[in-house]
């Protein structure tokens, strides 16, 4: 350890180890415990070797990534269970299928039990361990808000995390569930809001401020519209008529932004690159609570989009690009006339002394 201290406290709070007990178990398919792998501000590699100065030694328990399988991997369940682990931040990913409707099975689990040879369901495991947990967290659009295993006609009954445990739930240390949403989540939001709730438990952070939806407000504050790089196109109406057409506004072929909170298009994906609406992809909702459905069809324009994109398309749109091209032609494409190479001066100084 470092003889200089970077923060305070902080050789005491490096001396804590917070578990991470990583559930990949919902209904879901691993893209956020995927890409959390390429997460670079901070990188799992940052968290995991302490590389982060006063921050708590993190110990992640994830499948996709442990080096334990079998019972070896389940030790750190059952000694969560036993209170053993203290602290530890429990994740969900994937949607909780409703096992009052299982029939004569079970729609997902996590280990066997030792006393009955039968799985234990992931929403068992919830129950067990969500009320030794220090903050419960839930990644990715299905442990949030169900996602696609709750769409329209599924058969399982799949919700997310709060329709589970209550939206109002709060942890033994007071933390409501915190909701990063994303189809899959941003890397950077996963890690970012993880090593914010270890320095929250650590003391040296306040609890990440949250919405209505559960989001912490750093990350899900603004539209993804307000934060794509083709907004000034939409003020203009100046839209995209084909992918791949250009780098205008992609609401006529269905870019769903305008109505969708998301940092994605500011962020990008991976150390600031990639994204969707702000490098030709349309924004398909991902990570709002009404995903799928409500954003449905995806390449169709959404009815208040049309209202709008007609409005600034026939009306004030044209007027502020010609404004604007007219002004840039005139005046602001043109160096000042003081800048030349005659043998003169002429920029409007005058010797003072
Ligand atoms: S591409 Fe989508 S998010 Fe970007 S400006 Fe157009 S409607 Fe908004
Ligand atoms: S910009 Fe839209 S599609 Fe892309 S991650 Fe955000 S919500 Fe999902």
Redesign the pocket.
Known sequence: MSTVEFTPRQRETEAITAHVLWMTTGLGCDGDSVAMTSATNPSLEDIITGAIPGMPRVVVHNPVIAYEQGEDFMRAWFAAERGELDPFVLILEGSLGNEKINGAGHWSGLGTDPSTGQPITTNAWIDRLAPKAAAVVAVGTCATYGGIPAMAGNATGAMGLRDYLGWRWTSKAGIPIVNIPGCPAQPDNMTEMLVHLVFALAGMAPVPELDDAGRPTSLFGRT??ES?N??A??ESGNFATEYGSDHR???KLG?K??VVKCNV?LRGWQSGMGGC?NVGGI?MACTMPGFPDKYMPFMEEAGNARISSAIARFTYGPILRWGRSIEMRRRYDKEPEWRHNRAELTTGYSKRW
Do not use: I, N, S, T
Request: glycine share 6%.
């Open positions: 993804a519209h794509c083709r907004a196109f939409y506004c992609l609401v870019c932004g305008p298009p609406p924004c």
